[in-house]
């Protein structure tokens, strides 16, 4: 194990993985004076207003749709947390510094300047209550990429020192040390002898050359290592030339959920780095949600050419693998639901890999009320379930998903986001709910039909 | 100069203007901006025409998302009222045939009449939700209060001119209306419309074209849900 870093020990006996409850929070940055902060925040926010954002900064008609796509609001029924208004210092700035009119904005100061005490008002609205699901998105009749912005907003958030404490902690720890979790590269060789020791099984790590390069979730090391060797069994199985690289294995992105980008550019430059440097042709992506977006659509914009390798989400790999008849899977029993993570399904595109997959797995597939592009988030994603002081919002948000599983009817349920079983085992905890969250990727690996 | 030539005329000419060309500003002002180029490989190619599809698909709620139903109803019902009543009632296609030489059959005065109650009613509904719902009250600014009156005006001026059947619409405008100084008040009040509407939500006529293409082109790219 690492060592914990003494300034912020992860609290690793809870069922949700990340800092312990610091006594006193520190949720700004450095020491700048308020109208600092607030110049940046609006300049690094500017700095993005492409043709698309810009598009999305003028079109709101305040209907109020996306309000009830929230699970935050719909949750709590305070206005506040409706998906636009978390955005409202920021349209505001837009209207003034950069929109059409905005000479007439600033001539008759028709909207006023931004205050950092106004962005820190609205730290809890942009970190606490957004997991930048996407789901207002979809409601919105005007097609406002709402989840986009909020990201956006981050971007300007962190520029301004205004990020939470919690989410600040681990970003920097996984900037400083490759990983948000204390998964160093040694914790990793570690974790890797005393997995392959154990399960007798061969987890190829730093191979010089190989064709599949595999990526990891902080998570998964930390709290779900038996998805390593799921992952090296059904690789073995396939005959694949796969690795991990002790280089380049970790996959969550916490520059992209702080709002930092030179970090979010590194971390997916050091992935991109060891699949260039193994010849991978292609590299999969682990059960996490936000790794999806930040490498499979972000990854080549922060290179800054196109990748050259394909990437997959494991979900997409493994459906392909069992299209083409390269793994081959024994029927399961029983009923199972599956939980869209929501960067991969909704945002992602890749909504049908999971269902072919249990579809292979002859799964008796009963679908949450409403699952697939609609389904509702967890309630854990952008970051939002390493703050303890979300704890309250996020365990609300969640009364929404024992709903949907219990009306689904299943007995099992999946889903190939290690972030949303980690917010599945603490909303299990939380409310002492007798269901488990299975990962779709073990359960694949159960089911490897005899060689 | 008399009031309805001073709508007719400078008034008109002015708003028309002043409507044309901040739209136009306002269009110019997204489109000036960087274009971000995605480097990611696409999952599809038909993004353009995924574009399109948005335009439309957008226009129902989307499958498994719940929407404020009723206020969707309300807000489909003044719209398709108020485009009948801009554009099927027979004197305002006199009028636009006038000024821009294109012209098309008009429906009964009756359904124009019935379009304005409907107008009314939505309009007056949506107020009073924008005024007593939470989130909507919330989001709302000075744009929302002063689009809604200057979409209800022309309503209210309107209505306050029919006097007598217009269907089938006159060839030409009356020279001198039998209550000209109603007329103007209808026209300034159309003119303020057109003035004020490429400044703030109203532009939402033209903005929801750019916005949902946009979505649905970026989206279909990635195959993510619209």
């Known amino acids: ?451 | 100069m008399p009031l309805l030539e001073f709508a007719r005329g400078p008034a008109l000419a002015f708003s028309a203007v002043v409507f044309v060309l901040g739209l136009a500003w306002r269009l110019y002002g997204i489109f000036a901006r960087p274009a971000r180029i995605d480097l990611s490989q696409a999952r599809r190619a038909d993004s353009a025409a995924g574009g399109m599809r948005a335009i439309f698909a957008k226009m129902l709620p989307p499958k498994g998302v719940k929407v404020r139903g009723a206020q969707m109803v309300n807000a489909y019902a003044y719209h398709i009222a108020l485009a009948l009543i801009a554009f099927a009632f027979a004197p305002h296609i006199a009028f636009i045939a006038r000024h821009l030489g294109l012209g098309w059959t008009p429906l009964p005065d009756a359904v124009t009449y019935v379009a304005t109650a409907v107008a009314i009613v939505g309009l007056i509904t949506a107020l009073v939700v924008r005024l007593t719902d939470g989130v909507l009250r919330l989001l709302s600014n000075f744009d929302d209060y002063f689009s809604w009156f200057v979409t209800m005006a022309p309503l209210l001026t309107g209505m306050a001119l029919i006097e007598r059947p217009y269907f089938p619409a006159p060839a030409v405008a009356p020279a001198l209306p039998t209550t000209p100084e109603l007329l103007a008040i209808h026209l300034l009040s159309l003119e303020l419309l057109l003035l004020w509407l490429p400044f703030g939500k109203l532009a939402h006529a033209a903005l929801v074209f750019v916005s949902r293409w946009r979505t649905g082109a970026d989206f279909t790219r990635k195959g993510a849900a619209i």
């Open chain 1, 1 to 451: 194990m690492s060592e914990i870093d003494a300034r912020h020990p992860i609290d690793f006996d809870s069922p949700r993985f990340t800092i312990k409850k610091p006594a006193v929070r520190h949720d700004q940055q450095g020491d700048a004076p308020d109208a600092e902060r607030a110049q940046r925040a609006i300049g690094a926010f500017m700095r993005d207003m492409t043709r698309s954002a810009a598009t999305y900064m003028e079109s709101c008609i305040h209907c109020g749709h996306c309000a009830e796509a929230c699970h935050f609001y719909v949750t709590s029924g305070d206005p506040q947390f409706t998906p636009i208004w978390k955005l409202e210092p920021f349209k505001q700035a837009y209207q003034r510094e950069a929109g059409p009119f905005g000479w007439l904005y600033r001539k008759f100061n028709l909207k006023k300047n931004v205050t950092a005490e106004e962005l820190r008002r609205w730290q809890e609205l942009l970190y606490d209550s957004c997991t930048m699901c996407g789901r207002c998105t979809l409601a919105c009749p005007m097609g406002i990429d709402i989840a986009g912005l909020v990201g956006q907003a981050r971007h300007g958030m962190f520029a301004a020192g205004l990020v939470p404490h919690e989410l600040h902690a681990v970003a920097e720890r996984a900037a400083r040390e490759g990983s948000p979790l204390g998964a160093t590269p040694k914790v990793l060789k570690e974790r890797i002898e005393w997995l392959a020791d154990e399960h007798e099984v061969d987890i190829a790590l730093d191979r010089p050359r190989a064709d599949i390069i595999v990526t990891l979730s902080s998570i998964e090391i930390m709290k779900y290592p038996a998805s390593l060797v799921a992952l090296a069994k059904i690789l073995n199985r396939m005959g694949a030339s796969w690795t991990i690289r002790s280089d380049g294995y970790e996959a969550t992105n916490f520059g992209l959920f702080s709002g930092n980008l030179d970090w979010q550019r590194e971390m997916s430059l050091r992935v991109i780095r060891a699949a260039i440097a193994c010849g991978a042709k292609t590299l999969v992506l682990p059960e996490c949600g936000h790794a999806y977006g930040a490498m499979r659509w972000q990854g080549a914009n922060m290179y800054g050419k196109p990748l050259p390798f394909e990437v997959l989400h494991i979900s997409e790999f493994l459906a392909a693998a069992a299209r083409a008849g390269r793994l081959k899977l024994k029927p399961m029993q029983g009923s199972v639901t599956f939980h869209d993570p929501c960067q991969v399904s909704r945002r992602g595109g890749a909504t049908s890999a999971p269902r072919e997959i249990l579809n292979s797995l002859g799964a008796d597939l009963k679908e949450m009320p409403p699952a697939g592009d609609a389904n509702w988030c967890c309630g854990g994603g952008g970051g939002v379930v390493t703050l303890h002081r979300a704890d309250e919002h996020r365990h609300r948000a969640f009364e929404i998903k024992m709903r949907q599983v219990e009306a689904s009817g299943a007995e099992r349920l999946a889903t190939s986001c290690s972030n949303c079983r980690l917010t599945f085992d603490d909303g299990q905890a939380h409310y002492k709910w007798d269901r488990k969250m299975e990962s779709l990727l073990e359960l694949v690996a159960e089911h490897l039909a005899p060689a």
